[in-house]
């Protein structure tokens, strides 16, 4: 047998030195591909340029502006726009649904994946009015379509960026440390962002991977990437397809999908649409993978889901939240929904958040290809103004990762890279007060740098190095004034817990029921209606949820009655909130 493969000169040279048989038919890629926008003429279909794509993506926002949003996240090397196309029914409101991201393009030369989203785009677009099961995706998910993560490369028709820099390579988990702007537009994304399932596209064989890249170890979640790679499969139209752990394909390391699944705990795989890097039948692929991407907007809605909120307020809290031995992944900022893509069985659910006593639910139960929606109530906890490790953003030769983050439990993530080590995200900015600031938790065995910034990509400022148990540092040693993400470097070095030691938050107005009384927010039923008033509506604004955080109307109170009247679409509870400066009122409804 043979293989087609494509290397670079280190991997050549590995080759050689196999002593397998080889012939080169493609010295230079790059310098094969220089004239190919000019010369094209060889494919059967012509592909799509940069400006094309662009333009497509400005014409779906213009004629369908109530479903589709097009957001610009930074410029490429180039100057070239990195953006990405929201598509959801209700485009304008955070509405708690489920959420899945389509990327392509990270290697320019692989210009099928581009192709692929967004002629994907067009028909969730161009078909959301006739088509039913279209019509139901994009009113119960929101579909991000990431076309071209690397548009220097697809102008160029290179594998690298505008730096050659190899963009899927770059990724701050076992990888590089973050240098390249398509890379740190997506990591952006991925770490705001969280998405139920993850899939990037590329070319170059017909398989499905996933992690992990940078070793052979299987991850704790194997058996459902498994899954959810046999159902594309199953919906797909091709004939083959390779499912395989993607370090079996051939180990790399700083893939999109490790650092996915990694630092944000999305269900993240790989899909190689064709042997090709440019295949001659763009409609033939897009028709291979059309139906099996609907099935993953579908399955992005099924496992578990949920609200996380505050027991005493009502208000969303941003928790992490721990499924099984599985990387965490956390509930939304805003609205407090979380959802992850589970098969079926039998779960346990481990919830955390800063501020708050942790819980635990066990026994959760998922049916097939449904979801199981759980609302989570976490009572405060004012016993301590510490606070902890919220969200590994960087980790480099270091691993159990998830260890490292919230309260100190003697779990560890064990580092072995003296110059990167791990970047933790404390979610909030550690501000310089009296005395130390923040606290280290370690085995006390091994010595370790510590440094801190109030940027993710830095500069890092060392604040010194030690081997104890317990180490504190103060941020003004290094004329710091603040600081939210911290660094750890060393070699085996057992890191437990970051605990912040001062809570530097402005305080929110958590009203009683009496409070809201004397404030008149009140809300009638008559039939199926809401008649929401106030006496506060000069500075107001009422926004409607349901149970499972779904933001279902939004809208400023009448400044002249305070007046709101709303048509429940449903029988129900439904969830009030009036927010007025620093105060947000919360109130239950129920339409019977």
């Known amino acids: 047998g043979y293989a087609l493969v494509y290397v670079t000169p280190s991997e050549l040279a590995t ?3 196999s002593g397998l048989s080889y012939t080169v038919t493609i010295p230079d890629l790059n310098g094969h591909y220089r004239n190919f926008w000019t010369t094209k003429s060889h494919l059967s279909s012509s592909y799509t340029t940069y400006d094309q794509i662009i333009a497509a993506m400005d014409s779906l926002v213009t004629a369908f502006p109530a479903m589709c949003q097009k957001t610009i996240v930074g410029q490429s090397v180039q100057n070239r726009d990195l953006c990405y196309l929201k598509i959801t029914s209700g485009i304008s409101q955070n509405g708690g649904k489920p959420k899945i991201l389509f990327d392509a393009g990270i290697h320019g030369d692989e210009v099928g994946g581009p192709e692929n ?51 899927n390579r770059d990724y701050p988990y076992q990888g590089e440390v973050s240098t390249e702007p398509e890379v740190k537009a997506v990591r952006s994304l991925l770490l705001k962002k969280n998405f139920a399932i993850h899939y990037t596209y590329h070319s170059g064989e017909e398989a499905v991977l996933y992690p992990w890249c940078y070793e052979s170890a299987a991850a704790a979640e194997k ?66 993978n059309a139906p099996a991407m609907q099935k993953m907007v579908d399955c992005a809605g099924y496992g578990i889901e949920g609200v996380v909120t505050d027991s005493l307020s009502g208000a969303p809290v941003p928790a992490v939240i721990t499924v099984n031995s599985c990387f965490p992944m956390y509930a939304d900022s805003e609205m407090g929904d979380f959802h992850k893509y589970l098969p079926a069985g039998t779960y346990s659910l481990s919830v955390w958040a800063n501020g708050y006593k942790a819980k ?31 969200k590994v953003v960087a980790a480099f030769s270091t691993t159990s990762t998830p260890s490292a983050l919230g309260p100190n439990d003697s779990l560890y993530g064990v580092i072995s890279n003296q110059t990167d080590g791990i970047v933790i995200d404390m979610q909030k900015e550690i501000l310089d007060s009296t005395g130390s600031d923040f606290r280290i938790y370690t085995s006390g065995s ?30 003004a040693s290094a004329s710091l004034s603040s600081a939210r993400y911290v660094k750890i470097a060393g070699s085996s070095v057992l890191l437990d817990a970051v605990e912040a030691l001062h809570q530097q938050t402005t305080p929110v107005t958590r009203p009683s029921v009496s409070d809201i009384s004397s404030r008149l927010f009140s809300i009638k039923i008559s039939d199926k209606s809401l008649i929401i008033k106030t006496a506060i509506a000069s500075s107001a604004s009422v926004s409607i949820c349901n149970l499972k955080g779904e933001k279902l109307f939004v809208s400023p109170l009448a400044k002249s009655s305070g007046l709101i009247r709303w048509d429940a679409p449903s029988r129900g509870v439904y969830i009030v909130r009036l927010s007025a400066g620093a105060t947000e009122l919360i109130q239950k409804a129920l339409v019977r």
Request: aromatic share 10%.
């Open 446 to 475: 091994a010595s370790f740098t510590c440094s801190a910034s109030s940027t993710i990509d830095g500069p890092y400022t060392s604040l010194g190095t030690s081997s104890a148990a317990t180490a504190e540092f103060d941020l």
């Open 223 to 288: 058996a459902t990437w498994v899954g959810l790679a046999n159902a594309y499969k199953a919906a797909s139209g091709y004939s083959t397809l390779i499912i395989n752990q993607s370090y079996a394909d051939y180990p790399t390391t700083g893939e999109t999908i490790d650092f996915s699944y990694g630092c944000a705990g999305n269900a993240a795989l790989t899909m190689e649409i064709s042997n090709d890097k440019q295949t001659t039948d763009i409609a033939g692929y897009y028709s291979k």
């Open 15 to 17: 080759v050689q030195s």
């Open 117 to 167: 989203l967004m002629q994907f785009a067009r028909d969730l677009c161009g078909k959301y009015a006739t088509d039913t099961a279209v019509k139901r995706l994009v009113d119960t998910r929101e579909i991000y379509i990431y076309c071209m993560v690397n548009p220097d490369g697809r102008a160029n028709m290179t594998r690298e960026n505008g730096n050659t820099a190899d963009c």
């Open 360 to 390: 635990t639910l066990a026994g959760v139960v998922v049916q097939n290809l449904k979801a199981t929606n759980i609302q989570v109530q976490l009572a405060p906890d004012n016993s301590s103004q510490s606070y902890w490790g919220y």
